[in-house]
């Protein structure tokens, strides 16, 4: 045996099936050869193989797409209340009075019944206060039934437009005796940004420091009490939204009842955004949107570092500050 047959027999021996896949190799080599020959021949196409350095570029995000995100949530709060008419007649019904007294000091005719259910309610608890804080006195009965006595009466116990504090105490007394009512209400305050105002003079970019500045404040963008079911993220469960602890005097057969009932309501509602606010909802809101917003532009801009959102007075600051003025 020569020493070129001697090689092929050991080589066959090392690696069992050699011969097979040199076979296999050779055939597909000669094929993909053919392909290229017909691709040229035949059809006249050329195969050119070329090396280039281009990628994806990154794209811009414009005013326009930030302005369309319109309200932006980015902060939440869940809690609750107890509203009761006490607060409801401290913080609007006695106000109320006092300006409506006043108005009508000024018309030259008053006329109570042209007035609507609820300042009527009004002058007729401040009539009621005025006998009751008289012990019932005769002169006084007499002169609280028309409007003109009643305004005659009224006027000692008012300074500067409002009302003494002891005859506001006592009207206080009087309009809970009429109707009083309270409620447990549960709800949540969402606060963010509405981007939808945005213009060219509320935004900039500084290139000194790779942030990004926007002019807006965070705001209150729902305030929401469901009236049946809310749900409960800390129990994992729906509970009513309203629930009633007490009332007394409430007739729905008054004009003016279901109105009082809604002003109630509406308390809670201001109560429960008092109670976010307290708690911090507009400074959560102000950072979760600085980092929702940042990595957002961070995805479209490897430049941008950071965003701010910032008022009126920091904005201009800022941009003073970045232009070296």
């Not at 729906?238 to 007739?251: A, Y």
């Not at 929702?292 to 801009?301: C, D, E, M, S």
Request: aromatic share 8%; charged share 30%.
């Amino acid at each position: 045996m020569n020493k070129t047959a001697m090689n092929k027999a050991q080589f066959k021996r090392m690696i069992p099936g050699a011969g097979a896949v040199v076979r296999i190799l050779i055939w597909a080599a000669a094929v993909a050869a053919a392909a290229l020959i017909l691709l040229k021949v035949v059809l006249g196409l050329d195969l050119v193989f070329v090396r280039t350095n281009r990628v994806l570029k990154t794209t811009a995000l414009t005013l326009e797409d930030i302005r369309s995100m319109e309200f932006l949530i980015t902060a939440e709060y869940f809690g609750e209340v107890i509203g009761t008419a006490r607060e409801y007649f401290v913080r609007r019904s006695i106000p109320g009075a006092e300006k409506l007294i006043v108005r009508l000091e000024e018309e030259a005719a008053p006329d109570l019944f042209s007035l609507p259910p609820a300042e009527q309610f009004l002058i007729n608890a401040v009539r009621a206060t005025l006998v009751k804080r008289s012990l019932m006195y005769l002169g006084v009965l007499n002169r609280v039934v028309d409007l003109e006595g009643t305004l005659e009466l009224v006027g000692p116990e008012m300074q500067a437009g409002r009302f003494r504090p002891d005859f506001a105490e006592a009207l206080l007394e009087v309009l809970l005796e009429k109707r009083d009512i309270a409620y447990l209400a549960r709800g949540k305050v969402q606060a963010g940004y509405n981007l939808a105002g945005l213009d060219e003079n509320k935004y900039f970019f500084c290139r000194a420091s790779r942030a990004v500045f926007l002019q807006a404040e965070p705001e209150i963008l729902a305030r929401d009490i469901n009236p049946w079911f809310i749900y409960d993220p800390d129990h994992g469960h729906t509970v009513k939204g309203f629930e009633i602890i007490s009332q007394s005097g409430i007739d729905l057969e008054e004009k003016d009842a279901l109105d009082f009932i809604k002003s109630v309501k509406e308390e809670c509602r201001l109560r429960l955004q008092e109670d976010a606010l307290r708690t911090g909802l507009r400074e959560q809101a102000r950072s979760s949107a600085e980092e929702t917003v940042g990595n957002l532009f961070r995805i479209f801009n490897p430049r941008v570092q950071s965003v701010k959102f910032l008022g009126r007075e920091e904005f201009e600051k800022a941009r003073d500050a970045c232009s070296g003025r």
